[in-house]
C-alpha cells in the first residue's frame, strides 16, 4: 500500500504541486521522482525546465539525487548558485536513507534576504515533498546512550 501511495503522490512534471511554502516573500516548492541513472537526473531536471516557465525562470533549481544500482552507488547535488543548499538536500536524503530518486527544489527570490533561515526551508520543502509521495525512507535509529535493559 506504502509503495502505490509512493507512485500516486509523486507528482507528474507538468503538474504544480497544490501546496507552496512561503516564508519571508521567497517561495520554495519541491518536487520529487524516481531514477535509476545519472542520465535519468538530468533528463528529469531538464524535462520539468521545459514544462513549466515559472520553474525555469526562478532564481535556484537545487538538485540532490542518489542511485544505489547494481554497485556501490552513486550520488550528487547541484547547487543552481544557492551555495550549501545541494549538499543540505543530499543530507536529508542520506540521513533518510532514501535511494533511487532524486528532488528538486525550486525558489523564487522575492527580495528578502533570508541568511541561513533559507536552508531550512529548502529542506523543509524537501522533506514534506518525500513525506507526501510517501518516501519516509529507512530513518537511521539513534543509538541509545542509556543502559541496556534485559
Keep these: 500500500m506504502a509503495a502505490k501511495r509512493a507512485a500516486q503522490s509523486i507528482l507528474p512534471k507538468s503538474q504544480p504541486p497544490s501546496w507552496t511554502p512561503s ?3 521567497s517561495e520554495f516548492i519541491a518536487h520529487v ?4 541513472c545519472p542520465s535519468q537526473a538530468s ?15 526562478a532564481t535556484h533549481n537545487i538538485t540532490a539525487w542518489r542511485i544505489r544500482g547494481g554497485g556501490p552507488g552513486h550520488q550528487q547535488f547541484n547547487d543552481d548558485g544557492e551555495t550549501g543548499a545541494g549538499s543540505r538536500l ?3 536524503m542520506q540521513s533518510m536513507d532514501l535511494w533511487d530518486y532524486m528532488v528538486v527544489v ?3 527570490y522575492g527580495g528578502a534576504h533570508l541568511g541561513s533561515k533559507r ?3 529548502i529542506t523543509a520543502a524537501a522533506s ?8 519516509d525512507g529507512d530513518k537511521k535509529e539513534e543509538k541509545s546512550k542509556g543502559k541496556k535493559r534485559k
Excluded: C, H
Design 90 to 92: 543530499l543530507q536529508l
Design 119 to 121: 536552508f531550512r526551508f
Design 106 to 108: 525550486t525558489r523564487w
Design 33 to 36: 521522482s524516481p531514477i535509476t
Design 128 to 135: 514534506d515533498a518525500f513525506a507526501r509521495a510517501g518516501m
Design 43 to 57: 533528463s528529469y531536471v531538464d524535462s520539468l525546465l521545459e514544462s513549466d516557465k515559472r520553474i525555469r525562470n
Design 23 to 25: 516564508k519571508r516573500i
